[in-house]
């Protein structure tokens, strides 16, 4: 069964240091999205893609963070600086379209845990 | 603004019980439903997920959920628990801002005891 990989699954990093998470979804999927959730929440959308625009940022902080598509498949979700408030799980999700119903079909990857120290 | 809320932290159950975990939203049109499950250290898992129709929907693992527009709900039910159920299960809606999106609860972490 395909899945969305990520890479690393565990990252420690002291605040202001820059790290990078990449996430390879499952082939095929135009729709990629990068999530953010802290310990005791529910994820929260940072940014979507459709193919490799940006079609949703808007909760992304861009003053620090960034994320590309450059080729529509894998993608980079990059911190820099790292602040201390930014360990959370970080998780990639992929699906077949933007559009509903398929917005709910999304698939996860297992994760990126980050520990700002 | 459209949110979803579980108002349960954590729910523990004995093994062989049953289960219920609650879910109420707020979204002006009909919505589009969805319960996840997360087991710990990994991603997300699609349990079930409701649009229209029939309002009581079956989803994998024998978890099924029922939409009640009137109370705002659509809560997750299972007949008897397994152990390996215990996990971390969100409900999530649906939504179209900029495109669509999932909109999560905080989650209902669940234990089983033996």
């Known amino acids: 069964e395909a899945e969305v990989a990520q890479s690393p699954r565990y990252k420690i990093t002291e605040k202001s240091q820059a790290v990078a998470f990449w996430c390879d979804p499952i082939?095929?999927?135009?729709?990629l999205y990068w999530y953010r959730q802290i310990l005791g929440q529910g994820p929260e959308l940072l940014v979507q893609?459709?193919?490799?625009?940006?079609?949703?940022d808007s909760q992304l902080p861009k003053d620090r963070f960034s994320a590309e598509r450059l080729k529509g498949v894998d993608s980079t979700l990059k911190i820099q600086p790292a602040e201390l408030g930014d360990s959370a799980m970080y998780l990639c999700a992929s699906s077949l379209t933007a559009g509903a119903p398929a917005v709910g079909t999304q698939y996860f990857g297992p994760g990126t845990r980050l520990l700002v120290l | 603004a459209q949110s979803v809320t579980q108002p349960d932290i954590h729910i523990t159950v004995s093994e062989g019980a049953s289960l219920e975990l609650r879910c109420n939203y707020s979204y002006g049109a009909t919505p589009y439903l969805f319960w996840y499950v997360q087991s710990p250290g990994q991603g997300l898992q699609l349990l079930l997920k409701?649009?229209?129709?029939?309002?009581l929907v079956q989803g994998i693992k024998g978890f099924e959920a029922e939409f009640k527009r009137s109370q705002s709900s659509f809560n997750l039910r299972k007949p008897s628990v397994h152990w390996s159920d215990a996990a971390e299960y969100f409900c999530a809606v649906g939504r179209m801002d900029s495109s669509y999106k999932l909109i999560f609860g905080s989650g209902t972490r669940l234990l089983v005891r033996p």
């Open positions: 082939s095929g999927h135009a729709t």
């Open positions: 409701y649009f229209s129709g029939d309002t």
């Open positions: 893609f459709q193919d490799e625009s940006v079609v949703d």
